[in-house]
């Protein structure tokens, strides 16, 4: 059965498995957490050091103003880095 996608939100882990990670490319040793299904941070070294990286969409409230928007934006990101430390 292929796997189908939501009209709207997350997509499951099985699309994830089916539709996405086979899609990836080659492997490198330098990825040292790469895409998964409900990861939210990837890490890659660069030289002698683990770079934590994230992105996510962020709905920007226009009430907020550019400033405040990008403040919220920024410390949502910061949240999703600092929460996967282990």
Same mark, same amino acid.
């Given at each position: 059965?292929? *796997?189908?996608?939501?009209? #709207?939100?997350? #997509?499951?882990?099985? #699309?994830?498995? @089916? !539709?996405?990670?086979?899609?990836?490319? *080659?492997?490198?040793?330098?990825? !040292?957490? &790469?895409?998964?299904?409900?990861?939210?941070? &990837? #890490?890659?070294?660069? &030289?002698?050091?683990? $770079? *934590?990286?994230?992105?996510? +969409?962020? $709905?920007?409230? +226009?009430?907020?103003?550019?400033?405040?928007?990008?403040?919220?934006?920024?410390?949502?990101?910061?949240? @999703?880095? $600092?929460?996967?430390?282990?």
């Amino acid at each position: 059965m292929e *796997a189908k996608l939501p009209d #709207i939100g997350k #997509i499951s882990p099985e #699309i994830f498995n @089916e !539709l996405i990670f086979p899609r990836l490319g *080659a492997k490198r040793n330098d990825i !040292l957490v &790469g895409p998964q299904h409900g990861v939210d941070v &990837g #890490i890659v070294e660069i &030289g002698n050091k683990a $770079v *934590a990286m994230t992105s996510d +969409p962020v $709905v920007i409230v +226009p009430e907020y103003g550019c400033e405040r928007a990008a403040w919220f934006a920024c410390h949502c990101l910061a949240s @999703e880095v $600092v929460a996967s430390v282990r």
